[in-house]
């Protein structure tokens, strides 16, 4: 069993210092926030994550697992420093590096033995590098023995406990196989392909991976916007796809598109690495324009069947970027929320676990208890976020509730019949329409 520290407690860290303890590690989680430090020693969740509270709980009782905001202290006898802050989305696209940076200064000055520097964080092609010329470039220090090996991390937001100990592969990369066999050790007992390859290309199977999600999404929703002009159904094209052993069923959903702390920032990185080096990533920048464009068609459509969105009342329901979370970093929801206010309409939503965060963004949203307040005076609701509890509601309550009868259903979770049977003016994406 090893000594790990785990730098920041966010979505991909917590998990993992958590499950690595959950292992039988001996783990220390470090962040430069002192509040979510201290709200974690005094047992609350600095994130929501299905699952995660019971097994932090579970591992401090234990004692394999604490949380500290001092280097000193983390690194402290330590064979593991794992980074895993932030990687948000500079202005013109590129990765900003800052929290890897001050990550990896601080290490330089707190480490006084051989460690292995394992980087989860999300960064571009070269990092694992710099991050080594960081460590070494400490003036009048004599800098222990050290090694960065890349550990990109797939876990999803909203399943992260299962994700992580239950992987597809594990992906590690470094100059220094033997460096990289040592972290292969520690994920031995989940019983998942381990595939080692050099630093660089494990970095870029990160970005490659997210885009190429990234892109099925915006294939099936470009789809989908053919299928409305041809009056086909996007859910059936989608079903006889899948079933294409070549092609699979996952991530082809058509919908409002992809949002969340990961796909936009890593396709525009990738976007902004290829650019810089003189390619021309054409199919990337076709993936963004397209996911930005099903946010638009979703306020044109309302306008269209409302007539005009000025005056207009609109229920919405979710805000998280997806299901299972209170994420809110690049929610569609939050997107198409700012555009119907701008158009004078007024906007009431309901979430249940990222209400608060979006109140904080966006000042106007009027905030419900429950799906059965959003649709009171309503004239249409949207459906941005498919939480599992807005899949079965009652109908005949909302449409008492509602002043109109529209229903835009963002993710096509509702039966367009039914919904059609019940009184409603329904609209999917990627199927046949009703005239207005
Ligand atoms: N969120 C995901 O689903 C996911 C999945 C796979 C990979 N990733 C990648 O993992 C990385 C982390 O993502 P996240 O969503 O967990 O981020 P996050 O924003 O939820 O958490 C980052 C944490 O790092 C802390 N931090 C920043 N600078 C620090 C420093 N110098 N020392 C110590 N702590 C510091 C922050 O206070 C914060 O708590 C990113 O590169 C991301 O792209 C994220």
């Not at 992906?171 to 220094?176: A, E, H, N, R, Y």
């Not at 033997?178 to 199977?205: N, Q, S």
């Not at 099925?216 to 079903?239: Q, T, Y």
């Not at 990222?354 to 904080?360: G, N, P």
């Amino acid at each position: 069993m090893a000594n790990i520290c785990v730098i920041g407690t966010g979505y991909v860290g917590l998990v993992t210092g958590t499950c690595f303890s959950d292992m039988g590690n001996q783990v220390i989680c470090l962040d430069i926030d002192k509040n979510r430090i201290e709200q974690l020693r005094n047992g609350k969740m600095p994130i929501y994550e299905p699952g995660l509270k019971q097994i932090v709980e579970q591992n401090v009782e234990a004692k394999r697992l604490s949380f500290t905001t001092s280097y000193k202290e983390a690194l402290k006898n330590v064979e593991f420093a794992f980074i895993a802050v932030g990687t948000p989305s500079s202005d013109n696209g590129e990765a900003d590096l800052q929290y890897v940076q001050m990550a990896a200064d601080s290490i330089a000055k707190n480490l006084d033995h051989p460690i292995i520097i394992v980087n989860k964080s999300t960064v571009p092609v070269g990092t694992g590098d710099w991050v080594a010329e960081i460590i070494l470039d400490q003036k009048n220090r004599q800098t222990p023995k050290f090694t960065v090996v890349s550990n990109p991390e797939f876990l999803r937001e909203g399943s992260a406990v299962n994700d992580f100990m239950n992987p597809d592969r594990v992906v590690l990369g470094s100059m220094d196989q033997e460096a990289a066999k040592k972290v292969a050790d520690l994920y031995e007992a989940l019983r998942a392909p381990i595939m080692i390859t050099d630093l660089r290309t494990a970095e870029i199977i990160k970005y490659a991976s997210n885009a190429f999600l990234a892109t099925r999404i915006s294939f099936i929703n470009e789809m989908a916007n053919i299928c409305e002009s041809l009056g086909a159904d996007v859910r059936e094209v989608a079903r006889g796809m899948g079933m294409d052993k070549r092609i699979g069923p996952s991530f082809l959903d058509a919908g409002l598109g992809w949002g969340g702390s990961c796909f936009p920032k890593d396709v525009k990185a990738l976007t902004h690495m290829a650019t810089t080096r003189g390619a021309h990533p054409q199919l990337l920048q076709a993936v963004m324009d397209i996911n930005q464009n099903q946010r638009h068609r979703a306020v044109k459509k309302l306008e269209k069947a409302l007539g005009t969105l000025k005056g207009r009342n609109i229920g919405v329901l979710g805000l998280s970027f997806k299901p299972n979370t209170d994420d809110i970093r690049d929610a569609p929801a939050l997107d198409i929320i700012r555009m119907l206010l701008k158009a004078g309409a007024s906007v009431q939503a309901f979430d249940p676990q990222a209400m608060q965060a979006s109140k904080t963004e966006i000042s106007d949203l009027v905030l419900c208890q429950n799906p059965y307040e959003v649709a009171e005076g309503a004239d249409a609701i949207l459906l941005v976020t498919e939480w599992n509890e807005f899949k079965s509601l009652n109908f005949e309550r909302i449409k008492e509730n509602m002043r109109g009868n529209i229903i835009l259903d963002g993710r096509n979770i509702w039966d367009p019949q039914d919904m059609r049977d019940k009184g409603f003016q329904y609209f999917g994406v990627g199927i046949p329409q009703p005239e207005n």
